[in-house]
């Protein structure tokens, strides 16, 4: 090589990488990428829409729903699906981008003037993380909201033609207490409540011995039929040590004509109604029968109040655990968590396994561009075809995957942050390797 021709080499290897705004450039890349984009998110969102309708169609015809309802149930159930399919249409578009500048050779022309690979894609990161804003949107605030409508359009219309009432039944995280309503209403009163629990020393204090201290011995005779007589024979204060011990731990039903949360005072108010116990486990020696044959006959009340302490769900509680935990916000997730410390091992899993798979899957909309770049690009000669099928492939592994591991995580088989965050944080881990491996 001659000292002209090795001048111009070496002048060729210090060209300067740029990084400062390319308006001609990043608007043309920025407009083939949206064109294809925009093709990819409307085929799909059509093949979700036609799903939607080969599934629930049928029950909308046989009530014979009218047609505005079945059009605004599809429009409540599209925000849901597009959530979906965001990172999917990311990670196409911009292969396809990519693997068609590659063939054209127009790669090769920006990297020869300086614009690295990195920079190359730029625009189409700048979308990726956009749409991963949007993808957090949907996920926190607005599917929520529509598929909560969605289902409200449905009930009305499916559940009217079968005219069957079902009765709400609902069981604290903490398995302690279980709800029945006939109807459950959020914000209102409930009327028609039953609720099967364990008597613990507060409600028995609050309950029993505070309310009726002057009528105490007829209390006593009530719910303690075979014992009163013993009972009765101690000393004022050994008798609350006695009525403690006789009802902690029992089973006890709590049935209410009305029932109201107070989110100030942060209680439960149960109006109108009645209690009754049963005996312990150790109280008879047929087992088949034990904690089922009642301790008394049912007593009465007007009035009885639950804090916090002794009933901490609250209305929303209810209300979430009909909804798909993977349709709750990440924010109420974390709250019910918080809140309920005792909550069963096998129901905290759910939850937090859900919880951190909603706050990594957003994410690989921005992510799909560090690995779809790289593999757009890896043979600028093989045209869009194989790009789309790599894609394709990814997509599919990335996705059976991380339902693996939410089922697994779920069941308590793995940890939940371990199972929520991992797929996502290998699909990372593959992208960024893979543009720093290209990056020249």
Same mark, same amino acid.
């Given at each position: 090589?001659?000292?002209?021709?090795?001048?111009?080499?070496?002048?060729?290897?210090?060209?300067?990488?740029?990084?400062?705004?390319?308006?001609?450039?990043?608007?043309?890349?920025?407009?083939?990428?949206?064109?294809?984009?925009?093709?990819?998110?409307?085929?799909?969102?059509?093949?979700?829409?036609?799903?939607?309708?080969?599934?629930?169609?049928?029950?909308?015809?046989?009530?014979?729903?009218?047609? @505005?309802? &079945?059009?605004?149930? /599809? $429009?409540?159930?599209?925000?849901?699906?597009? !959530?979906?399919? %965001?990172?999917? *249409?990311?990670?196409?578009?911009?292969?396809?981008?990519?693997?068609?500048?590659?063939?054209?050779?127009?790669?090769?022309?920006?990297?020869?003037?300086?614009?690295?690979?990195?920079?190359?894609?730029?625009?189409?990161?700048?979308?990726?993380?956009?749409?991963?804003?949007?993808?957090?949107?949907?996920?926190?605030?607005?599917?929520?909201?529509?598929?909560?409508?969605?289902?409200?359009?449905?009930?009305?219309?499916?559940?009217?033609? @079968?005219? &069957?009432?079902?009765? /709400? $039944?609902?069981?604290?995280?903490?398995?302690? !207490?279980?709800? %029945?309503?006939? *109807?459950?209403?959020?914000?209102?009163?409930?009327?028609?409540?039953?609720?099967?629990?364990?008597?613990?020393?507060?409600?028995?204090?609050?309950?029993?011995?505070?309310?009726?201290?002057?009528?105490?011995?007829?209390?006593?005779?009530?719910?303690?039929?075979?014992?009163?007589?013993?009972?009765?024979?101690?000393?004022?204060?050994?008798?609350?040590?006695?009525?403690?011990?006789?009802?902690?731990?029992?089973?006890?039903?709590?049935?209410?004509?009305?029932?109201?949360?107070?989110?100030?005072?942060?209680?439960?108010?149960? !109006?109108?109604?009645?209690?009754?116990?049963?005996?312990?486990?150790?109280?008879?020696?047929?087992?088949?029968?034990?904690?089922?044959?009642?301790?008394?006959?049912?007593?009465?009340?007007?009035?009885?109040?639950?804090?916090?302490?002794?009933?901490?769900?609250?209305?929303?509680?209810?209300?979430?655990?009909?909804?798909?935990?993977?349709?709750?916000?990440?924010?109420?997730?974390?709250?019910?968590?918080?809140?309920?410390?005792?909550?069963?091992?096998?129901?905290?899993?759910?939850?937090?396994?859900?919880?951190?798979?909603?706050?990594?899957?957003?994410?690989?909309?921005?992510?799909?561009?560090?690995?779809?770049?790289?593999?757009?690009?890896?043979?600028?000669?093989?045209?869009?075809?194989?790009?789309?099928?790599?894609?394709?492939?990814?997509?599919?592994?990335?996705?059976?995957?991380?339902?693996?591991?939410?089922v697994l995580g779920k069941g308590g088989i793995l940890n939940p942050m371990f199972a929520g965050l991992a797929p996502t944080i290998a699909f990372i881990c593959c992208g960024i390797w893979r543009v720093l491996h290209d990056r020249n």
């Amino acid at each position: 090589m001659d000292s002209k021709a090795q001048k111009n080499y070496e002048d060729i290897e210090r060209l300067p990488r740029r990084w400062f705004p390319l308006p001609k450039l990043d608007g043309y890349i920025l407009r083939e990428f949206l064109i294809k984009y925009s093709v990819l998110l409307l085929v799909f969102i059509i093949l979700f829409i036609l799903s939607d309708v080969y599934r629930d169609i049928s029950d909308f015809l046989e009530a014979k729903a009218p047609w @505005r309802s &079945v059009l605004e149930y /599809l $429009a409540y159930k599209l925000p849901g699906n597009i !959530r979906f399919i %965001l990172p999917i *249409t990311m990670l196409l578009g911009c292969m396809w981008t990519m693997a068609t500048f590659g063939k054209n050779m127009e790669i090769t022309a920006m990297r020869a003037s300086g614009v690295s690979l990195f920079r190359c894609g730029g625009p189409i990161f700048l979308m990726g993380l956009i749409v991963t804003g949007v993808n957090i949107y949907f996920n926190e605030n607005l599917v929520p909201y529509t598929e909560q409508k969605a289902e409200q359009v449905r009930g009305e219309v499916v559940e009217r033609r @079968r005219q &069957v009432q079902h009765l /709400l $039944a609902f069981r604290s995280s903490d398995q302690q !207490r279980h709800w %029945l309503f006939d *109807t459950f209403v959020s914000g209102e009163t409930q009327n028609n409540i039953t609720v099967k629990t364990f008597w613990t020393d507060g409600m028995a204090r609050n309950i029993v011995i505070e309310p009726n201290k002057e009528q105490l011995p007829e209390i006593v005779r009530k719910m303690f039929r075979n014992k009163s007589s013993r009972l009765l024979e101690l000393a004022p204060a050994e008798l609350e040590q006695a009525i403690y011990r006789e009802l902690r731990g029992r089973k006890v039903d709590f049935q209410a004509a009305s029932v109201t949360y107070d989110p100030e005072r942060a209680v439960w108010i149960f !109006r109108n109604g009645n209690f009754i116990s049963y005996d312990r486990n150790d109280e008879t020696q047929f087992e088949a029968s034990r904690g089922t044959s009642t301790m008394h006959d049912e007593i009465p009340f007007t009035e009885l109040v639950f804090p916090a302490s002794e009933i901490p769900e609250t209305p929303d509680d209810i209300i979430n655990s009909i909804k798909e935990k993977d349709d709750l916000p990440t924010w109420v997730i974390w709250d019910l968590v918080q809140r309920n410390p005792n909550m069963a091992e096998r129901v905290k899993s759910i939850y937090m396994t859900v919880f951190y798979y909603r706050l990594a899957f957003p994410w690989a909309c921005f992510l799909a561009v560090f690995l779809g770049i790289p593999l757009a690009t890896r043979n600028e000669r093989t045209g869009s075809l194989l790009a789309i099928i790599t894609a394709v492939v990814i997509i599919v592994v990335y996705i059976v995957v991380a339902q693996v591991f939410l089922v697994l995580g779920k069941g308590g088989i793995l940890n939940p942050m371990f199972a929520g965050l991992a797929p996502t944080i290998a699909f990372i881990c593959c992208g960024i390797w893979r543009v720093l491996h290209d990056r020249n």
